[in-house]
């Protein structure tokens, strides 16, 4: 991820590849691998066209070149959102190509052109694709009433209502899974492990049937793992969730801040799929920390300061877990005059003012002797001198 030169930072790069990366780094708390984020992020944002906001990657046999699909979109915002490391403009155009390319039965295209692309791995068919968009959806503030939802979700139902036409599709399956679970759709959930579980090799790994071989490969099996971990299954029912890691998002205002001014944290997107309770730590990066799902902070100094926040839920099977995010806020000087504060009236204040009023009353009285004495001298008859 470090090394621009790799292959898929190339001319011909793939989005898919570097946006998973960047996700699998962030969901699995391993940010602090990567040496150079901010290059990352820049190098994965080259990829998005500035024309429809999807990214690019997905290479065409027709065209014989590199045109932008939901899932290198789909993938690239993944990991950018879960990071932090997206502008929102930039999660704007992304959202509203993947949107573009939902059809009415509420599945998802792979391009503007082309349903699926059986031979492309993470979008060798139309369930899996939809699926994938749904879950990055999910972690851009879809909830499971959101219309585009409710219609993909539909459309999985009649995909594994069918055994996702046949055997083999495991890859649909596991996504599908994922995506029943993560939109609170517990038994449609369980029906595709239940097709999931079916599909598995003698060797425990598995392999869909798009592939060019049948024999178990990294990527399917994985999927799958992912799969099976979100449900405890028994004889293909599901029995209990395994808790899930919530999601820690914040933003805080103002965006343009100076030192000596309050900056209000607040932690409100932060969520978790299992409705866990959450407790919010925040370190503000000068050595304030503090708690609670809203916060505000001072930088005395101007500078870049790592905010980060770790959430951390009650859940249990097997424990309570934490997700932690972070973001660079800037402070600029402040430009306003200094202001002089008054002395406050202390006690020590009254006595010496108190004083300052005794003192010009005794020299009022004293002056005021002398003009009276004076007055009275010159109106008495004094003895000539002989």
């Known amino acids: 991820m470090d090394d621009n030169k790799t292959w898929f930072w190339g001319t011909?790069?793939?989005?898919?590849?570097?946006?998973?990366?960047?996700?699998?780094?962030?969901?699995?708390?391993?940010?602090?691998?990567v040496q150079d984020v901010s290059g990352v992020a820049s190098r994965l944002l080259q990829f998005q066209q500035p024309g429809n906001g999807g990214f690019q990657g997905y290479f065409d046999l027709d065209s014989m070149t590199t045109v932008t699909s939901s899932v290198d979109t789909a993938t690239s915002l993944w990991g950018?959102?879960?990071?932090?490391?997206?502008?929102?403009?930039?999660q704007t155009s992304a959202l509203n190509y993947l949107l573009s390319?939902?059809?009415?039965?509420?599945?998802f295209n792979l391009t503007s052109t082309t349903a699926a692309y059986s031979l492309y791995s993470l979008g060798p068919d139309p369930a899996s694709i939809t699926a994938l968009v749904m879950l990055v959806l999910r972690d851009n503030g879809f909830s499971v009433n959101n219309p585009a939802i409710q219609k993909s979700i539909n459309y999985l139902n009649s995909a594994v209502s069918s055994n996702f036409n046949g055997q083999g599709h495991v890859y649909s399956a596991s996504l599908s899974a994922i995506a029943f679970m993560e939109f609170y759709h517990p038994r449609d959930g369980a029906r595709a492990l239940a097709y999931l579980v079916s599909q598995q090799n003698n060797d425990g790994g598995f392999s869909d049937?798009?592939?060019?071989?049948?024999?178990?490969?990294?990527?399917?099996?994985g999927w799958a793992a992912v799969a099976l971990?979100?449900?405890?299954?028994?004889?293909?029912s599901g029995t209990g969730f395994v808790n899930q890691v919530p999601r820690a998002q914040f933003d805080y205002n103002p965006r343009n801040s100076v030192n000596g001014a309050t900056l209000s944290f607040d932690a409100s997107?932060?969520?978790?799929?299992?409705?866990?309770?959450?407790?919010?730590?925040?370190?503000?990066?000068d050595g304030a920390f503090a708690s609670g799902k809203t916060s505000a902070h001072v930088y005395a100094r101007e500078g870049n300061y790592t905010v980060t926040l770790t959430v951390t839920d009650n859940g249990a099977n097997p424990g309570y877990l934490s997700s932690t995010t972070w973001q660079i806020v800037t402070v600029t000087k402040s430009t306003a005059p200094a202001r002089t504060a008054g002395l406050p009236l202390s006690s020590l204040n009254i006595l010496e003012l108190a004083g300052i009023f005794v003192l010009a009353a005794l020299l009022a009285g004293s002056l005021a002797f002398r003009i009276r004495k004076r007055r009275e001298l010159k109106g008495s008859s004094w003895p000539r001198a002989v």
Do not use: C, K
Request: glycine residues 8%; proline residues 4%.
């Open 12 to 33: 011909y790069g793939e989005a898919d590849v570097p946006g998973e990366i960047l996700f699998s780094l962030s969901v699995t708390q391993h940010m602090s691998l």
């Open 80 to 90: 950018l959102s879960n990071t932090g490391l997206i502008p929102e403009h930039n």
């Open 101 to 107: 390319l939902q059809n009415v039965d509420g599945s």
């Open 209 to 221: 049937v798009a592939r060019s071989t049948s024999a178990s490969n990294p990527l399917d099996t």
């Open 229 to 236: 971990l979100s449900a405890v299954l028994e004889q293909g």
């Open 269 to 285: 997107a932060s969520s978790d799929s299992d409705g866990d309770t959450l407790s919010y730590y925040w370190s503000f990066g």
